[in-house]
């Protein structure tokens, strides 16, 4: 059974930071393709962040580009998303995904598993 579970949510000041975390199991977490997405109150799902299965390549929403940053450790099962000079716009519940091999997708419906989310909300 594949899991996948969202850690380091909390509170923060607008300017701070923050670093989610992502355990994945049940699967070859080396063969996935990870991504990140959120959903603020009243707003739909959009995508944050992915990286590859290999670790090459990353891509980033225009709205977090040069504040957030994509990591996974392969051999820990982990993708981690640093968050940097956060903004109360980024308050949202925050998901882990994981689609098998692919490319860094922006589009939800490729992604295979989910988490069931972390909440983070910035304080102006």
């Known amino acids: 059974q594949v899991q996948l579970v969202e850690s380091g949510g909390g509170l923060v000041q607008a300017g701070g930071s923050l670093r989610l975390s992502c355990a994945a199991s049940?699967?070859?977490?080396?063969?996935?393709?990870m991504g990140w997405f959120r959903q603020a109150p009243g707003k739909e799902r959009e995508f944050v962040a992915a990286?590859?299965?290999?670790?090459?390549?990353?891509n980033y929403a225009d709205s977090v580009k040069g504040r957030f940053t994509i990591s996974r450790d392969n051999a820990k099962m982990t993708v981690l998303l640093q968050m940097n000079s956060l903004k109360p716009e980024d308050t949202a519940v925050y998901y882990c995904?994981?689609?098998?091999w692919g490319t860094g997708s922006n589009y939800e419906g490729n992604y295979d598993y989910w988490g069931q989310g972390t909440q983070v909300t910035v304080s102006a």
């Open positions: 995904a994981a689609r098998l």
């Open positions: 049940g699967l070859t977490f080396a063969r996935h393709t």
């Open positions: 990286i590859t299965w290999s670790g090459g390549n990353t």
